[in-house]
């Protein structure tokens, strides 16, 4: 395997020694001695090494982002979707490179990791269908003669911070659309995945360089917390797009609020199935496992919670159990494996710690936990889907672990099944599983669910890039990828235009001189 892992390094410019360097495209930690190491939790070696931007590197970058501004605004933005659909044509070439390497730098399913791939590209055809559609209205004045309309600015850098668990999917959902709005960005991926944002800089650099657009409309800072808060801070960046815990998102919020900048918050979830009396069980059971165990319940998405009828409870548990004993747990660049690693060990600390919780507050566990030991799993990051029965408002089940723990709760009425589902801090994705029409509007009604994702026959876990992405309350209230999201991206200008020989004021108001 390391081998084939070197020839992908290779092939997609990632030098293993060092990642830090320059291509045509601009990134800082040319200049730092510290470096961060990527270290792989499929196999446990370290992949590379990459260095550490510093305040001067991060300095540097921003004020060449500000020159490029200036040039990129001025590209039509049609034009600007025409590099786009070149990007997206540059992750074709390289969406087998660029999958496996983040199956391996993460740990998903190669599966996923080649899904990863695909979302960037249908996220840079829907960005360059929007470059001909960044639409505003217009409107009646009340005065004659005046015309009013609104219109849509690019806003300047946007900094996007993102989180290892779609180490390259979040940037390319807000740099496809950033884009095509005539913004330049840098982004700040996570420490623990920065070898797949290497290889991104490269690939988006290669399309820059080839339709001869300046340096700096897409630059990369490699580091941990302390870079992204260089941005936050940063008055000359006026949007950030953070993605990752609600403890991020708090301190970023904070940050960005506190010079009253733009944030566009994409934080953790707390996600629910209602299995209801009226529920195809079989298409469900599909469902609640795929959205617990796939990417390891490593997806802002993941079913944690199933909030499961009485009359099927005990049957759907039983079916539960049994696919539980189906699933295969390994190397996830193994297609026949279910399930891949956990990020890293301090992710398996948290999963054992979120276990003995559980059973402290009187979880029962119908599946047990644990960390697998044993030559393939040489890496300390396998652990055991689990499942326990437990009460909503047990502390532990409030709280998003990012693992594959999945808690089942009993309910007797569907009012009383939509409390417990909106009964968490967290508002990002839910879902009912029923064939009953009364059953589905009630859940998607305004008496529903309280979530940014309502699905019904759909499990939690995943997301067409079509629509807008992300959820209420402790998840942040950002919303990204389709539908009108676009308009996070830029500011919006209101036009009077008076073509008349006299200037009358709004609301009547006499001003004679
Ligand atoms: P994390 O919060 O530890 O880190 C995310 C990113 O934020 C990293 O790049 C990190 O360096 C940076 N960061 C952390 N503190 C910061 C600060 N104070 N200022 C600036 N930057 C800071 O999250 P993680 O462990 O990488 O990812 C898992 C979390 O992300 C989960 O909670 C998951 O639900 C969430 N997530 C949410 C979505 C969504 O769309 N809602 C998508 C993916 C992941």
Partial sequence: MRTDIQSILNKLGVKAENA???TGSVWGGGSNSKSLESFSPVDG????????????DYDAIVEKSQEAFKHWRTIPAPKRGEIVRQFGDALRANKDALGT??????????????????????????????????YGLTMHS?????????????????????????PVAVWSWNTALALVCGNVCIWKPSEKTPLT?????????????????????????????????????DGRVPLISATGSTRMGKAVGAAVGARLGKSLLELGGNNAIIISEHADLDMSLIGAVFGAVGTAGQRCTSTRRLIIHESVYDAFAAKLVKAYGQLRIGDPLDQNNHVGPLIDNDAVAS???????????????????????????????????CIAQVKNDFEIVQHETFAPILYLIKYKTLDEAIALQNGV???????????????AEQFLSYQGSDCGIANVNIGTSGAEIGGAFGGEKETGGGRESGSDAWRAYMRRQTNTINYSNTLPLAQGIKFDL
């Avoid at 070696?45 to 001067?56: D, E, G, N, P």
């Avoid at 801090?425 to 059953?439: K, Y």
């Fill in 101 to 134: 390497l983040v199956s391996y730098e993460m740990g998903k399913s190669l599966q996923e990791g080649f899904g990863e791939v695909q979302e960037m590209i249908d996220i840079c055809d829907f960005a360059v269908g929007l470059s001909r559609q960044l």
């Fill in 197 to 233: 944002a290497v290889a991104c800089q490269h690939i988006i650099a290669k399309v820059f360089k080839d339709n001869d657009v300046p340096e700096g409309v897409c630059n990369l800072i490699i580091g941990d917390r302390e870079v992204g808060e260089l941005m936050t801070k």
């Fill in 20 to 22: 830090a360097f320059s």
């Fill in 142 to 166: 009340e005065r004659p003669s005046h015309r009013m309309y609104e219109q849509w600015h690019p806003l300047g850098i946007v900094g996007i911070i993102s989180a290892f668990n779609f």
């Fill in 45 to 56: 070696k370290i992949i590379a090494s990459a260095k550490v931007a510093t305040s001067a």
């Fill in 425 to 439: 801090p967290q508002g990002l994705s839910s879902a009912i599983m029923t064939l009953n029409l009364r059953e």
């Fill in 351 to 385: 999963y054992l710690d979120s276990i003995e919780k559980c059973k402290a507050e009187g979880g029962k566990f119908l599946v047990e936990g644990g960390v697998l030991d044993g030559a393939e799993y040489a890496s300390g990051c396998y652990v055991k889907p």
